[in-house]
């Protein structure tokens, strides 16, 4: 007997919840083939705004976590990635049109970057940190704080990338107490929502990540202008065109209006750097008076 | 225990017409007891119904500066300071900064000890909300329980009016009133009104706070309202924002209806004020709709309808700027309090 199969219909991912678009709107999700795969909810720029509200309530908590049990949070994402390889090895096989090999290296690749970050998360500030020489019976400390709320883009149709573009933006962004409000790969957003499902059941708290599915090119400019968004990570926002030909460069315009901090696009995926993580810290400088004995 | 005989009620012009002259708990009770019972159901799902309402563009622009127009900017807390109740009333004259065509408050709502460095710190522009000033609201009547004896209540009222005052918020008794007596409740409402008189013979407007979350039902909401505008209140008020649930739309819905049957029985108008919980505009606006589609939009003015809200007022310009500049808002745009 044969069995209709069951295709999915996505929703977004705000706030440690799973809500529908606020528009209603869905958009079909085809494989590298054209064939269909599921529904995906088609984020509106209210969705975006709720995100950003969401982000921001949960700045507090995140960034005044430990910095040891940030990575721990961190690193649990990486088990749990490891544990559920096989759906993200199937849904990238389908939706990029790549052998199980390439699958399979990418998911790999992907866990591996989740545990690089989760590693920094307790040492990035004594590199980017430092006790600086005063001629003086002080101290001298400057020491790197989150930002707060990013907006980040995902590249977008980057071959081998619609896990691990993704990874590689959010990674570096909440690895030191930043929250982030992302907007998937457009054609290819199943890793990111099936992320989200991972994110749901880790230890991340609510609104530290939320997902966006949806037009990059429509959504970004609201987070652009955004004025309750300290920065804006556009390394995924390379090959973005606005309905009127805007770029990248129009949201970096945009940005300026309320003195956001900008990473400008890079080609293909952003390499595990160090400089990943200080793009979105603040140097906060603080004296101390020594002891005069 | 002696069992009270029907005693007279302190006469209100407004009990007489309706009850009679010869004014007693008996007929009060007979006529909140004779009230029609409320469908609960069909109140949830109307007041439901009416938040179902989408305003957008120039409607929306009109209720945000209504929502700012008459509210009630408030701060009641233990911690209170002159220092605090003056940058309350800088927020109320100019509630954004970076945008001078924002109208002001109708009133601050303050302890009754505040209202000195209130009225000094409005100076010129205490006055009438409907021309564009602020008045000065305070809570009276040991706010929120209410729990002192009348004699304290009267006299936190007089010294409220006498520092200049414009409005007084008074809570009843609910103790009094969910044991039946709503003869003490009634009189002891009478009483502040008439404490509300200022020596050049004006009044100061009172509101009467039902604390609709303490009165258990919809049925007890609606007597509550009866019995505060038989006893002469100019606005009836939901709640002291110190007890949960506090403002709700049913509750709100029911009391204007109370209103609504007031005016066509007698063709005068009450107000009505929700206090309490309402932190978005978009809950706000939908309380709007509610005022248009039960007792009509004449009643959207500072003498008829008032918000009594803490943090509405951000969120309100916060929607204001981004309508202004195109673009989402935040919090770092709006002062703290």
Known sequence: MSRLTVPKTYKLYIGGKFPRSESGRTYEVVSAKGDFLANAAKASRKDARDAVVAARAAVGGWAGATAYNRGQVIYRIAELLEGRRAQFVDEIQSSEGVTAAQASAQVDTAIDVWVWYAGWADKYAQVAGNANPVSGPYFNLSVPEPTGVVAAVAPQGVPSGSLLGLVSVIAPIVVSGNTVVVVADEAAPLSAISLSEVLATSDVPGGVINMLTGSAAEIMPWLAAHADVNALDLSGAGSLEGAKGESWVDLQLAAAETLKRVVPPVAGIPRPALEGITAFVETKTVWHTKSML | ??????????????????????????????????????????????????????????????????????????????????????????????????????????????????????????????????????????????????????????????????????????????????SGQYGVVFDQIVAVKEACARPDGSRAHLKVILETGELQTYDNVKRASWLAILAGADFIKTSTGKVSPAATLPVTLLMLEVIRDWHRITGEKVGMKPAGGIRSSKDAVRYLVTVAETVGEEWLTPHLWRFGASSLVNDVLLQRQKMRTGHYSGPDYVTVD
């Open chain 2, 1 to 178: 225990m002696t069992i009270t005989q029907p005693v007279g009620l302190a006469p209100t012009d407004r009990a007489e017409r309706l009850l009679g002259g010869d004014l007693t708990e008996t007929a009060l009770r007979l006529h909140l007891e004779g009230l029609s019972g409320v469908d609960a159901v069909g109140l949830e799902q109307r007041a439901a119904g009416l938040s179902t309402r989408s305003i957008k563009t120039t409607s929306k622009a009109w209720a945000l500066d209504t929502i700012i127009r008459t509210c009630d900017l408030t701060t009641l807390e233990g911690a209170d300071t002159p220092g605090k109740v003056r940058s309350l009333v800088a927020k109320a004259i100019t509630p954004d900064a970076t945008d001078l065509t924002t109208p002001s408050v109708a009133a601050v709502c303050v302890y009754g000890d505040m209202v000195p460095y209130a009225v000094e710190a409005l100076g010129a522009r205490h006055g009438d909300p409907e021309k564009g000033l602020v008045s000065v609201a305070a809570v009276a009547t040991a706010f929120p329980s209410g729990r002192a004896s009348l004699a304290i209540k009267l006299a936190d009222t007089r010294e409220a009016v006498a520092a200049g005052a414009d409005e007084i918020d008074m809570v009843i008794d609910r103790g009094a009133f969910l």
